[in-house]
């Protein structure tokens, strides 16, 4: 039989027994001149005796007070409000019971737990040293592109030297060309001279042709002199031309090493 069982026996027995019988009691003068009630749980309180009755002490009908009962009910209140908060006590150990057990079986998981926790560890330990490696790694590239970023202004100064030079060379070829220009145009003045003396001498010899028809041996030496002159003077001219050729050529071949 539990607590719980046990006071709702009690509230039920309180229950049972909360109104009882009132008795009757009797005063009557003793030796001393006193009152002396006498009670009787046996007699009928509702119909008491008449006080004009003969032979027989004063009766006086004596009124039960109800206020006992309510200590009775106080009682069982605090008899409930004590079986509730048993009752509350009972549940919250219930409860601290459960987390108790459900602690006890994580205490128990525990070594399990903490079985496979060198290799995670472990495993931890390479991860962190595969990591280090590549940060090693990654901050030795970071260093091989700051000193790359570096030497961009160095190589830029040394691209702009070059191309200074290029610009200087580009400038003399310029320079050079415009030379070989003004001397084509030079050598074209004196073709056209040539040829302009070539008309004439032509003209000359046409005139001496007509002149001297009857000889022919001086017209043949006349013609044989100026042929010799026009082979000398297309040599020169043949010759002028193979000279600004390799000049021409050179002058790639330097710009093109």
């Known amino acids: 039989m539990t607590l719980r069982e046990i006071l709702t026996g009690t509230s039920s027995w309180l229950r049972s027994h909360r109104y009882e019988e009132a008795g009757r009691c009797e005063p009557v003068l003793n030796d001393d001149g006193l ?18 009755t003969s032979n027989d002490p004063v009766v006086v009908s004596a009124v039960t007070s109800l206020d006992h009962h309510d200590p009775a009910e106080k009682l069982y209140e605090g008899i409930n409000r004590l079986v509730n908060q048993l009752q509350q006590i009972n549940d919250h150990l219930h409860c601290q019971l459960a987390q108790h057990e459900e602690l006890m079986d994580r205490v128990r998981e525990l070594p399990k737990a903490l079985e496979s926790l060198p290799s995670a560890v472990e495993n931890q330990k390479q991860l962190t040293i595969r990591l ?6 990654t901050s030795l590239k970071d260093q091989q592109f700051i000193e790359a970023v570096d030497r961009i202004p160095q190589e830029t100064a040394r691209q ?17 060309d415009v030379q070989l220009a003004e ?3 030079k050598f074209k003045g004196t073709l056209d001279r040539l040829n302009e003396n070539t008309v004439s001498n032509t003209e000359g010899i046409l005139q001496m042709s007509r002149t001297f028809a009857a000889s022919d041996r001086y017209l043949k030496y006349v013609i044989s002199k100026m042929n010799r002159r026009y082979a000398w003077t297309l040599a020169m001219a043949l010759s002028v031309c193979i000279g600004v050729i390799s000049v021409l050529a050179a002058l790639l071949f330097y710009l093109a090493s």
């Open 160 to 176: 702009t030297d070059t191309l200074a030079s290029i610009n200087h060379q580009l400038a003399a070829a310029a320079d050079t």
């Open 132 to 137: 280090l490696e590549q940060l090693r790694s």
């Open 35 to 52: 009152l002396a009630c006498g009670f009787d749980a046996g007699d009928d309180y509702s119909a008491p005796r008449s006080a004009n």
């Open 183 to 185: 001397s084509f145009v």
